[in-house]
């Protein structure tokens, strides 16, 4: 079983830019994993997938954030990425990372780890 660590948020302004880090260890490399994704949930909300990669690089966004996030992978390091630009403070959640279904709303498949927090001031 893969485990994935989240790292690489913190307090940013509206405008401004972050980028997130998933760190998967184990004996599982990430490239054999048919999708991963990120998701986020703010307080007193349900959490939410935010971008999906499949393993063929094929990407999903979030309509609130299309345009400004990008999902990425980088197989040799076995880490997913998510550059997160134009921060907005709806932005603020803690994000998490997760293998995820490789179709439809692509739903998270594996345990949640710790998440990292995101806030957005404006």
């Known amino acids: 079983q893969v485990q994935l660590v989240e790292s690489g948020g913190g307090l940013v302004q509206a405008g401004g830019s972050v980028r997130l880090s998933c760190a998967a260890s184990?004996?599982?490399?990430?490239?054999?994993?048919?999708?991963m994704g990120w998701y986020r949930q703010a307080p007193g909300k349900q959490r939410e997938l935010v971008a999906g990669i499949t393993r063929g690089g094929s990407t999903n966004y979030a309509d609130s954030v299309k345009g400004r996030f990008t999902i990425s992978r980088d197989n040799a390091k076995n880490t997913l990425y998510l550059q997160m630009n134009s921060l907005k403070p709806e932005d603020t959640a803690v994000y998490y990372c997760?293998?995820?279904?490789?179709?439809?709303?692509?739903?998270?498949?594996?345990?949640w780890g710790q998440g990292t927090q995101v806030t957005v001031s404006s």
């Open positions: 997760n293998t995820a279904l490789a179709f439809g709303p692509m739903g998270a498949t594996g345990s």
């Open positions: 184990g004996s599982i490399s990430i490239f054999s994993i048919n999708a």
